[in-house]
């Protein structure tokens, strides 16, 4: 029999493991909606077996890159995903997308497995280390957009003026009148988030304003995380009269914890968040905040990339891209 004819096939596993050949499907393309033993019993069938996925030729003129995600796509994510695919326009290239947090440590061979080709770089967004790990091991170009840790010489990556941004976010409410004023902080290891912590303290510090422990709330960045950091800062017994979020979703958050409590904004409190997406904009009462060009750091992160996958020469390791606060309507003067 020929080597052609004895090549594995996708029903061949499934007869070997005792499974649907969609069930087989899932396991080969990543999918995480299969039993941890189903998917180790067939990932075993694979080895066994020899499989290999078919692959789809693609031009050879045509650049892949692989935008990956940690964590659900938020308006932050969007944007980012804008700008890259903006920049596509200029630039003849293919744009795959996919989530860290689901596929695993597998995620550059899975990656090629349902994309059907391999790709030259990577533009990899709020990774975790692990996930900086195996893309390291795997010896491909890769660029980070707003790095969990502090920026590292051997990595390159793009990023904004965060501490200069907590700085002007909390000076705006303090030029309000603005004295008792809290943060809900994002992700902890993530050094956007602590750059724009210690703007916030570094403002607060320099106006000769402690700062009680009870106002600073841990978050993730994820909307319920305001919600709930709202509603205890407002159930202090001197709850403050000013909340800067470190970033939009919660900042949001917030607004819904106060609606809920009948405080109105920004009468009695004022809310300032980090980023500027959509949902700023969309907000009621629409928020001040602090906005990060997203849709440019998407843009140079895809340029940065395919320089390194072509063996050029990057002036720095890490470029960070200028903030601006937008004042709306969700911050007045302090009533105290």
Request: with cysteine; hydrophobic share 45%; glycine share 8%.
């Amino acid at each position: 029999m020929s080597a052609k004819a004895e090549r594995a096939t996708l029903a061949m596993i499934a007869s070997a493991a005792g499974v649907s050949v969609a069930t087989v499907s899932k396991v080969v393309n990543g999918r995480p909606d299969v039993a941890p033993a189903t998917r180790s019993h067939i990932e075993r069938m694979l080895r066994d077996l020899s499989y290999e996925p078919r692959r789809i030729e693609r031009p050879r003129t045509t650049q892949a890159v692989a935008l990956l995600f940690h964590g659900p796509l938020m308006t932050y994510s969007l944007e980012i995903l804008e700008g890259v695919l903006a920049a596509t326009t200029e630039i003849d290239v293919d744009i795959v997308v996919a989530r860290t947090d689901i596929a695993g440590d597998h995620a550059p061979q899975r990656i090629r497995e349902r994309g059907g080709a391999e790709w030259q770089a990577v533009i990899a967004v709020t990774s975790a280390a692990d996930e900086m790990a195996t893309l390291s091991r795997a010896h491909i170009p890769t660029v980070v957009i707003d790095p969990m840790g502090a920026p590292q010489s051997d990595l390159v990556s793009v990023g904004s003026t965060n501490f200069s941004g907590g700085t002007s976010a909390t000076q705006h409410l303090l030029e309000l009148g603005h004295t008792r004023i809290a943060y809900v902080s994002g992700t902890a290891e993530s050094a956007c988030n602590r750059a724009r912590l210690q703007g916030y303290r570094g403002a607060m510090e320099a106006a000769g304003i402690r700062i009680p422990r009870s106002y600073v709330r841990d978050g993730s960045f994820e909307y319920t995380d305001g919600l709930r950091a709202g509603a205890a800062l407002l159930d202090l017994p001197q709850p403050p009269t000013a909340i800067f979020a470190a970033n939009d979703e919660m900042a949001l958050g917030i607004l819904e914890a106060a609606r809920t409590r009948g405080v109105r904004v920004p009468a009695e409190l004022s809310v300032v968040g980090f980023d500027d997406t959509e949902v700023a904009r969309v907000a009621s009462p629409p928020l001040t905040t602090v906005a990060q060009p997203l849709r440019r750091m998407g843009a140079v992160a895809l340029r940065t990339a395919l320089r390194l996958a072509a063996g050029e020469h990057v002036d720095s390791h890490h470029v960070e891209l200028a903030t601006d606060l937008i004042v709306r309507d969700s911050t007045a003067r302090a009533r105290e």
